[in-house]
């Protein structure tokens, strides 16, 4: 129960898991294309790649993390708790005066396999994360360092760069940006993205060959009352 813990502390349980053929079938969208499936509505504001290599797919479940702005204790506490291919979306209230998460701890990362990080806050030791091999999204960088005080939760539903991600969520994210599927989602969403992928190479083609079809605009336009 959430009342024995102390106030601002919480560590919940994982997120349910996610079938590994799903995984797999949503590495291979775009980003943009689930978006688009999901309403155009979704998707996290004003974060950036420091990972420097724009081919790099981010794909795994969400290890969630809110912290106190500038304190980085739960996120250690995080990081011990996570599994191979785990993605650590921590909630830092978008706050860039102080570093959440730096160079030693992306060792550590290394080390345990974790996918990547999605932080609405600040990181640093940028050069480092510029090696690539590990997935770093962040608002914005500081070489300010972060307290280790607490509070903090874990496993518990956040608010991240506009973003509702809640444990076990699915996180993808490539050079167009990141996005949430809640987990309940996953296997109904599936085939409507890979649907909208294929309408779009049907598209591209035409777009190549130069043979468009001037009615998929005039229509809409007439629709709207507009004289062609």
């Not at 990081?79 to 860039?96: F, K, T």
């Not at 990362?109 to 962040?138: H, L, P, S």
């Not at 509070?151 to 050079?175: K, W």
Request: net charge negative.
């Amino acid at each position: 129960m959430r009342s024995d813990w102390p106030i601002g502390y919480f560590i919940g349980e994982r997120g349910p898991d996610i079938a590994p053929g799903l995984l797999d079938a949503y590495r291979q969208l775009p980003a943009a294309n689930i978006g688009d499936s999901m309403g155009r509505s979704v998707g996290a504001l004003g974060l950036l790649p420091y990972h420097n290599d724009p081919n790099l797919v981010l794909c795994g479940p969400a290890l969630t993390v809110k912290v106190r702005p500038g304190d980085n204790l739960m996120i250690h506490k995080a990081m011990e708790m996570a599994r191979p291919g785990d993605v650590i979306v921590i909630d830092g209230s978008g706050d860039l005066t102080q570093a959440l998460v730096g160079g030693l701890m992306r060792t550590t990362a290394q080390t345990k396999k974790i996918a990547g990080f999605v932080i609405d806050g600040a990181v640093r030791d940028i050069n480092e994360w510029a090696e690539g091999g590990i997935a770093m999204w962040a608002r914005g960088n500081t070489l300010r360092g972060p307290s280790k005080e607490g509070p903090g939760e874990i496993n518990t539903t956040v608010h991240c760069a506009g973003m509702v991600v809640a444990p076990g969520d699915l996180i993808v994210a490539d050079a167009d940006g990141v996005l949430a599927i809640p987990h309940d989602a996953l296997d109904v969403l599936l085939p409507r993205v890979q649907a909208h992928a294929k309408r779009e190479e049907k598209i591209r083609a035409t777009n190549v060959a130069g043979t468009s079809d001037p009615e998929r605009f005039n229509a809409i336009l007439r629709a709207k009352g507009c004289p062609l």
